[in-house]
Protein backbone atom coordinates (compact mmCIF):
# COMPACT_ATOMS: atom_id res chain seq x y z
CA UNK A 1 0.00 0.00 0.00
CA UNK A 2 2.90 2.39 1.34
CA UNK A 3 4.25 1.52 -1.92
CA UNK A 4 1.68 2.47 -3.86
CA UNK A 5 1.23 5.69 -2.54
CA UNK A 6 4.75 6.61 -3.29
CA UNK A 7 4.51 5.77 -6.77
CA UNK A 8 1.24 8.17 -6.81
CA UNK A 9 2.65 10.93 -5.31
CA UNK A 10 5.89 10.83 -7.66
CA UNK A 11 3.57 11.32 -10.28
CA UNK A 12 2.20 13.73 -8.78
CA UNK A 13 5.45 15.51 -8.62
CA UNK A 14 6.32 14.81 -11.90
CA UNK A 15 3.25 15.99 -13.75
CA UNK A 16 3.81 19.54 -10.98
CA UNK A 17 7.20 19.59 -12.43
CA UNK A 18 6.33 19.32 -15.85
CA UNK A 19 3.51 21.91 -15.34
CA UNK A 20 5.93 24.40 -13.98
CA UNK A 21 8.62 23.35 -16.38
CA UNK A 22 6.29 24.20 -19.28
CA UNK A 23 5.44 27.57 -17.65
CA UNK A 24 8.62 29.04 -17.21
CA UNK A 25 9.39 28.00 -21.00
CA UNK A 26 6.12 29.81 -21.98
CA UNK A 27 7.42 32.78 -19.51
CA UNK A 28 10.66 32.54 -21.08
CA UNK A 29 9.24 32.37 -24.52
CA UNK A 30 7.04 35.40 -23.85
CA UNK A 31 10.21 37.38 -22.74
CA UNK A 32 12.16 36.99 -25.73
CA UNK A 33 9.59 37.56 -27.85
CA UNK A 34 9.09 41.08 -26.08
CA UNK A 35 12.66 41.61 -26.20
CA UNK A 36 13.06 40.66 -29.96
CA UNK A 37 10.27 43.17 -30.69
CA UNK A 38 12.30 45.95 -28.44
CA UNK A 39 15.28 45.28 -30.46
CA UNK A 40 13.44 45.50 -33.77
CA UNK A 41 12.19 48.60 -32.58
CA UNK A 42 15.32 50.34 -31.56
CA UNK A 43 16.88 49.14 -34.53
CA UNK A 44 13.75 50.34 -36.49
CA UNK A 45 13.83 53.53 -35.12
CA UNK A 46 18.17 54.30 -35.39
CA UNK A 47 17.52 53.61 -38.89
CA UNK A 48 15.60 56.61 -39.23
CA UNK A 49 16.79 58.63 -37.70
CA UNK A 50 19.90 57.87 -39.17
CA UNK A 51 18.16 57.92 -42.43
CA UNK A 52 16.68 61.66 -41.64
CA UNK A 53 20.08 63.02 -40.73
CA UNK A 54 21.94 61.86 -43.76
CA UNK A 55 18.72 63.10 -45.79
CA UNK A 56 19.45 66.37 -43.56
CA UNK A 57 23.49 66.20 -44.59
CA UNK A 58 22.71 66.04 -47.99
CA UNK A 59 20.28 68.59 -48.18
CA UNK A 60 22.76 70.39 -46.83
CA UNK A 61 25.63 69.59 -49.24
CA UNK A 62 23.66 70.12 -51.96
CA UNK A 63 22.85 73.78 -50.43
CA UNK A 64 26.22 74.43 -49.95
CA UNK A 65 27.00 73.69 -53.80
CA UNK A 66 24.01 75.36 -54.75
CA UNK A 67 25.44 78.26 -53.44
CA UNK A 68 29.21 77.88 -54.12
CA UNK A 69 28.02 77.64 -57.81
CA UNK A 70 25.60 80.97 -57.60
CA UNK A 71 28.03 83.04 -55.79
CA UNK A 72 31.14 82.08 -58.29
CA UNK A 73 28.74 82.03 -61.19
CA UNK A 74 27.98 85.81 -59.69
CA UNK A 75 31.60 86.82 -59.58
CA UNK A 76 32.41 85.64 -62.89
CA UNK A 77 29.56 87.74 -63.77
CA UNK A 78 30.73 90.73 -62.14
CA UNK A 79 34.45 90.12 -63.66
CA UNK A 80 32.85 89.70 -66.91
CA UNK A 81 31.00 93.16 -66.72
CA UNK A 82 34.07 94.72 -65.69
CA UNK A 83 35.97 93.92 -68.49
CA UNK A 84 33.37 94.85 -70.53
CA UNK A 85 32.81 98.25 -69.21
CA UNK A 86 36.40 98.14 -70.03
CA UNK A 87 35.34 99.18 -73.72
CA UNK A 88 31.75 99.99 -73.45
CA UNK A 89 30.43 101.62 -69.90
CA UNK A 90 27.21 100.51 -71.27
CA UNK A 91 27.78 97.21 -69.69
CA UNK A 92 25.83 97.26 -66.23
CA UNK A 93 24.69 94.89 -63.71
CA UNK A 94 21.30 94.86 -61.89
CA UNK A 95 22.25 97.36 -58.72
CA UNK A 96 23.55 96.00 -55.68
CA UNK A 97 23.99 97.84 -52.92
CA UNK A 98 25.97 95.09 -51.13
CA UNK A 99 28.78 96.15 -53.54
CA UNK A 100 27.52 99.67 -54.26
CA UNK A 101 30.58 101.87 -52.47
CA UNK A 102 33.37 98.91 -52.74
CA UNK A 103 36.10 99.44 -55.09
CA UNK A 104 35.89 97.09 -57.81
CA UNK A 105 39.08 96.59 -58.65
CA UNK A 106 39.04 94.62 -62.32
CA UNK A 107 36.81 97.48 -63.36
CA UNK A 108 39.76 100.35 -62.45
CA UNK A 109 42.64 98.03 -62.98
CA UNK A 110 43.20 100.47 -66.52
CA UNK A 111 43.45 103.56 -64.30
CA UNK A 112 45.78 101.88 -62.09
CA UNK A 113 47.84 100.51 -65.39
CA UNK A 114 48.11 104.33 -66.21
CA UNK A 115 49.77 105.18 -63.35
CA UNK A 116 52.01 102.01 -63.37
CA UNK A 117 53.25 103.11 -67.03
CA UNK A 118 54.51 106.46 -66.03
CA UNK A 119 57.69 104.16 -64.17
CA UNK A 120 58.73 103.74 -67.82
CA UNK A 121 60.32 107.23 -67.72
CA UNK A 122 63.22 105.08 -66.74
CA UNK A 123 63.74 103.19 -69.46
CA UNK A 124 62.46 105.73 -72.16
CA UNK A 125 64.46 108.60 -71.02
CA UNK A 126 63.86 112.35 -71.29
CA UNK A 127 63.99 114.95 -74.34
CA UNK A 128 62.84 118.48 -73.89
CA UNK A 129 60.55 117.69 -77.06
CA UNK A 130 58.82 114.91 -75.45
CA UNK A 131 58.27 117.75 -72.43
CA UNK A 132 57.36 120.20 -73.98
CA UNK A 133 54.61 117.62 -75.43
CA UNK A 134 53.29 116.56 -72.15
CA UNK A 135 52.86 120.34 -70.92
CA UNK A 136 51.25 120.70 -74.24
CA UNK A 137 48.81 118.48 -73.83
CA UNK A 138 48.75 118.84 -69.97
CA UNK A 139 47.38 122.74 -71.02
CA UNK A 140 45.00 122.00 -73.57
CA UNK A 141 42.94 118.86 -71.97
CA UNK A 142 43.26 120.77 -68.80
CA UNK A 143 41.41 123.85 -70.53
CA UNK A 144 38.85 121.51 -72.12
CA UNK A 145 38.15 119.89 -68.75
CA UNK A 146 37.63 123.47 -67.03
CA UNK A 147 36.56 125.50 -69.86
CA UNK A 148 34.20 122.38 -71.41
CA UNK A 149 33.35 119.68 -69.14
CA UNK A 150 32.79 121.71 -66.18
CA UNK A 151 31.75 125.41 -67.53
CA UNK A 152 30.28 124.36 -70.59
CA UNK A 153 28.43 121.08 -70.30
CA UNK A 154 27.84 120.67 -66.78
CA UNK A 155 26.62 124.47 -66.54
CA UNK A 156 25.89 125.87 -69.69
CA UNK A 157 28.01 129.35 -69.10
CA UNK A 158 28.14 129.77 -72.14
CA UNK A 159 27.18 128.80 -76.03
CA UNK A 160 29.00 127.39 -79.11
CA UNK A 161 28.57 125.31 -82.13
CA UNK A 162 27.91 121.32 -82.50
CA UNK A 163 31.44 121.07 -83.75
CA UNK A 164 33.48 122.43 -81.61
CA UNK A 165 31.25 121.16 -78.44
CA UNK A 166 32.22 117.50 -80.04
CA UNK A 167 35.67 118.42 -80.67
CA UNK A 168 36.19 119.79 -77.01
CA UNK A 169 34.13 116.53 -75.52
CA UNK A 170 36.65 114.61 -77.83
CA UNK A 171 39.64 115.96 -76.13
CA UNK A 172 38.50 116.41 -72.66
CA UNK A 173 37.35 113.02 -73.10
CA UNK A 174 41.25 112.16 -74.12
CA UNK A 175 42.16 113.11 -70.19
CA UNK A 176 41.05 109.77 -69.02
CA UNK A 177 38.35 111.05 -66.58
CA UNK A 178 35.30 109.80 -68.61
CA UNK A 179 33.09 110.91 -71.16
CA UNK A 180 31.53 114.72 -70.84
CA UNK A 181 27.80 113.58 -69.88
CA UNK A 182 29.29 111.06 -67.16
CA UNK A 183 31.46 114.33 -65.88
CA UNK A 184 28.36 116.49 -65.61
CA UNK A 185 25.91 114.42 -64.30
CA UNK A 186 28.05 113.55 -61.53
CA UNK A 187 28.91 117.45 -61.37
CA UNK A 188 25.60 118.66 -61.49
CA UNK A 189 24.72 115.92 -58.48
CA UNK A 190 27.44 117.36 -56.51
CA UNK A 191 26.42 121.07 -56.99
CA UNK A 192 23.19 119.54 -56.00
CA UNK A 193 24.33 117.94 -52.70
CA UNK A 194 27.83 119.50 -51.94
CA UNK A 195 29.28 118.48 -48.85
CA UNK A 196 25.95 116.91 -47.73
CA UNK A 197 25.64 112.71 -47.20
CA UNK A 198 24.24 112.42 -50.84
CA UNK A 199 27.89 114.44 -52.42
CA UNK A 200 29.89 110.83 -53.43
CA UNK A 201 33.19 112.97 -53.23
CA UNK A 202 32.84 115.25 -50.40
CA UNK A 203 36.55 115.23 -48.34
CA UNK A 204 33.96 117.02 -45.43
CA UNK A 205 32.21 113.48 -45.73
CA UNK A 206 34.29 111.15 -46.76
CA UNK A 207 37.82 111.80 -46.31
CA UNK A 208 40.51 112.97 -48.35
CA UNK A 209 41.26 109.68 -50.35
CA UNK A 210 37.48 109.10 -50.90
CA UNK A 211 37.35 112.55 -52.57
CA UNK A 212 40.29 112.49 -54.35
CA UNK A 213 39.95 109.29 -56.39
CA UNK A 214 38.18 106.14 -54.30
CA UNK A 215 34.44 107.65 -55.10
CA UNK A 216 34.71 106.89 -59.07
CA UNK A 217 36.37 103.23 -58.36
CA UNK A 218 32.82 102.09 -56.96
CA UNK A 219 29.84 100.80 -58.84
CA UNK A 220 27.86 103.38 -57.47
CA UNK A 221 29.90 105.97 -59.96
CA UNK A 222 29.62 104.08 -62.62
CA UNK A 223 26.85 104.60 -64.15
CA UNK A 224 24.97 108.12 -65.36
CA UNK A 225 21.56 109.56 -63.77
CA UNK A 226 20.61 110.82 -67.53
CA UNK A 227 17.64 112.20 -65.94
CA UNK A 228 19.88 115.06 -65.00
CA UNK A 229 21.31 115.77 -68.52
CA UNK A 230 18.57 115.72 -70.70
CA UNK A 231 20.14 118.64 -72.31
CA UNK A 232 23.35 116.65 -73.28
CA UNK A 233 21.55 112.98 -73.96
CA UNK A 234 20.36 114.10 -77.04
CA UNK A 235 23.39 114.53 -78.81
CA UNK A 236 24.04 110.98 -80.20
CA UNK A 237 28.08 111.52 -81.35
CA UNK A 238 28.29 112.87 -76.92
CA UNK A 239 26.63 109.81 -76.00
CA UNK A 240 29.37 107.76 -78.33
CA UNK A 241 31.70 109.80 -76.81
CA UNK A 242 30.38 108.77 -73.67
CA UNK A 243 29.75 104.98 -74.16
CA UNK A 244 33.00 104.17 -75.59
CA UNK A 245 35.25 106.79 -73.35
CA UNK A 246 38.61 104.29 -73.81
CA UNK A 247 38.50 104.49 -77.63
CA UNK A 248 39.98 108.76 -77.89
CA UNK A 249 42.57 108.24 -74.97
CA UNK A 250 43.51 104.89 -77.33
CA UNK A 251 43.11 107.01 -80.31
CA UNK A 252 46.11 109.64 -78.45
CA UNK A 253 48.76 107.25 -77.37
CA UNK A 254 49.03 105.79 -80.77
CA UNK A 255 48.81 108.81 -82.26
CA UNK A 256 51.53 109.52 -80.42
CA UNK A 257 53.61 106.59 -80.59
CA UNK A 258 53.33 107.34 -84.39
CA UNK A 259 54.54 110.78 -84.21
CA UNK A 260 57.52 110.08 -82.19
CA UNK A 261 58.30 107.07 -84.41
CA UNK A 262 58.30 109.79 -87.38
CA UNK A 263 60.49 111.96 -85.22
CA UNK A 264 63.32 109.65 -84.66
CA UNK A 265 63.35 108.69 -88.05
CA UNK A 266 63.12 112.35 -89.72
CA UNK A 267 63.94 114.96 -87.28
CA UNK A 268 66.74 113.07 -84.69
CA UNK A 269 67.88 115.72 -83.57
CA UNK A 270 64.94 116.13 -80.97
CA UNK A 271 66.29 112.76 -79.33
CA UNK A 272 62.77 111.69 -79.17
CA UNK A 273 61.08 108.34 -80.15
CA UNK A 274 57.57 106.69 -80.41
CA UNK A 275 57.97 105.07 -76.83
CA UNK A 276 59.32 108.25 -75.32
CA UNK A 277 56.79 110.47 -76.59
CA UNK A 278 53.94 108.14 -75.44
CA UNK A 279 55.29 107.77 -72.02
CA UNK A 280 55.96 111.56 -71.51
CA UNK A 281 53.16 112.92 -73.70
CA UNK A 282 50.42 110.22 -72.97
CA UNK A 283 51.03 108.39 -69.33
CA UNK A 284 52.93 111.29 -67.32
CA UNK A 285 50.95 114.09 -68.73
CA UNK A 286 47.53 112.16 -68.40
CA UNK A 287 48.09 111.10 -64.64
CA UNK A 288 49.48 114.66 -63.74
CA UNK A 289 46.21 116.18 -65.29
CA UNK A 290 44.22 114.00 -63.24
CA UNK A 291 46.15 114.71 -60.17
CA UNK A 292 45.26 118.27 -60.76
CA UNK A 293 42.05 117.96 -61.29
CA UNK A 294 40.68 116.03 -58.84
CA UNK A 295 42.20 118.21 -55.89
CA UNK A 296 39.46 120.56 -56.72
CA UNK A 297 36.99 117.70 -55.27
CA UNK A 298 39.56 116.44 -52.16
CA UNK A 299 41.13 119.91 -51.60
CA UNK A 300 39.23 122.85 -53.01
CA UNK A 301 36.69 122.10 -50.11
CA UNK A 302 39.17 121.96 -47.44
CA UNK A 303 41.99 124.36 -47.75
CA UNK A 304 42.21 128.29 -48.95
CA UNK A 305 39.27 130.73 -48.20
CA UNK A 306 35.98 131.18 -47.77
CA UNK A 307 34.83 134.58 -49.06
CA UNK A 308 31.34 133.55 -49.49
CA UNK A 309 29.14 131.37 -46.71
CA UNK A 310 28.01 129.19 -49.12
CA UNK A 311 26.06 125.93 -47.96
CA UNK A 312 29.26 123.85 -48.67
CA UNK A 313 32.79 123.87 -47.48
CA UNK A 314 33.99 125.24 -50.85
CA UNK A 315 36.93 127.49 -50.54
CA UNK A 316 39.07 130.13 -52.83
CA UNK A 317 42.82 129.02 -53.57
CA UNK A 318 45.41 130.75 -55.61
CA UNK A 319 47.21 127.94 -55.83
CA UNK A 320 44.70 125.19 -56.91
CA UNK A 321 43.40 128.03 -59.60
CA UNK A 322 46.94 127.81 -60.89
CA UNK A 323 47.27 124.14 -61.82
CA UNK A 324 43.67 123.92 -63.36
CA UNK A 325 43.55 127.06 -65.11
CA UNK A 326 40.99 129.23 -63.04
CA UNK A 327 39.41 126.40 -61.00
CA UNK A 328 40.76 127.45 -57.45
CA UNK A 329 38.65 129.90 -57.20
CA UNK A 330 35.89 126.95 -55.85
CA UNK A 331 33.70 128.91 -53.08
CA UNK A 332 33.33 131.85 -56.02
CA UNK A 333 31.96 128.92 -57.86
CA UNK A 334 29.97 127.32 -55.59
CA UNK A 335 28.62 131.28 -54.62
CA UNK A 336 27.73 131.44 -58.29
CA UNK A 337 27.99 128.45 -60.41
CA UNK A 338 26.19 129.87 -63.72
CA UNK A 339 29.18 132.53 -64.27
CA UNK A 340 31.95 131.26 -66.82
CA UNK A 341 34.55 133.30 -64.77
CA UNK A 342 35.38 131.74 -61.24
CA UNK A 343 38.00 134.22 -60.64
CA UNK A 344 35.62 137.09 -60.12
CA UNK A 345 37.98 140.03 -60.23
CA UNK A 346 40.97 141.09 -61.93
CA UNK A 347 43.61 139.59 -59.39
CA UNK A 348 41.94 136.73 -59.60
CA UNK A 349 43.94 134.43 -62.18
CA UNK A 350 41.84 132.24 -64.43
CA UNK A 351 43.34 131.43 -67.36
CA UNK A 352 40.04 129.58 -68.28
CA UNK A 353 38.25 132.75 -68.73
CA UNK A 354 40.96 134.20 -70.26
CA UNK A 355 41.11 131.53 -73.13
CA UNK A 356 37.46 131.58 -73.68
CA UNK A 357 37.13 135.47 -74.01
CA UNK A 358 39.36 134.89 -76.79
CA UNK A 359 37.58 132.52 -78.43
CA UNK A 360 34.80 135.00 -78.14
CA UNK A 361 36.32 137.10 -79.99
CA UNK A 362 36.80 134.79 -82.89
CA UNK A 363 33.59 134.01 -82.59
CA UNK A 364 34.10 130.31 -81.45
CA UNK A 365 31.82 130.51 -78.29
CA UNK A 366 29.35 133.23 -77.33
CA UNK A 367 26.58 134.44 -74.44
CA UNK A 368 29.42 134.55 -71.71
CA UNK A 369 27.70 134.12 -69.03
CA UNK A 370 28.83 137.00 -66.08
CA UNK A 371 28.82 137.20 -62.35
CA UNK A 372 26.20 140.13 -61.71
CA UNK A 373 27.92 142.86 -59.58
CA UNK A 374 25.52 142.22 -56.93
CA UNK A 375 26.42 138.88 -56.58
CA UNK A 376 29.72 139.17 -56.79
CA UNK A 377 29.99 141.97 -53.93
CA UNK A 378 27.34 140.09 -51.76
CA UNK A 379 29.04 138.49 -48.83
CA UNK A 380 26.49 136.60 -47.01
CA UNK A 381 24.53 133.60 -47.59
CA UNK A 382 22.43 132.88 -50.43
CA UNK A 383 19.48 130.74 -50.67
CA UNK A 384 20.33 127.92 -53.01
CA UNK A 385 23.67 129.46 -53.77
ZN1 LIG B 1 32.66 121.75 -55.26
ZN1 LIG C 1 30.73 123.33 -60.89
Redesign the pocket.
Known sequence: MSHERTVANAALQAAQLEQAMAEGLQQARRRVGAAAMQVERGVGEAMDSARAQMGQAADRVEGVFDDTVSRTRGLWTRAWVALLRWFDTSAALPADTAVADRIDWLRVAPFIGLHLACIAVFWVGFSWFALGAAVFLYLIRMFAITGFYHRYFSHRAFKTSRPLQFLFGMIGASSVQRGPLWWAAHHRH??RH??QPGDLHSPVQHGFWRSHMGWFMTPRAFGIDFKVIPDLARYPELRFLDRFDILVPVLLAALLLWIGNLLEQYAPGLGTNGPQLLVWGFFVSTVVLFHATVT??SL??VWGKRRYQTR?D?RNNFWLALITLGEGW?NN??HYPASVRQGFYWWEVDLTWYALKLMSWCGLVWQLKPVPARIRDARTRRPGG
Do not use: P
Open positions: HHSDINAHDSHHH
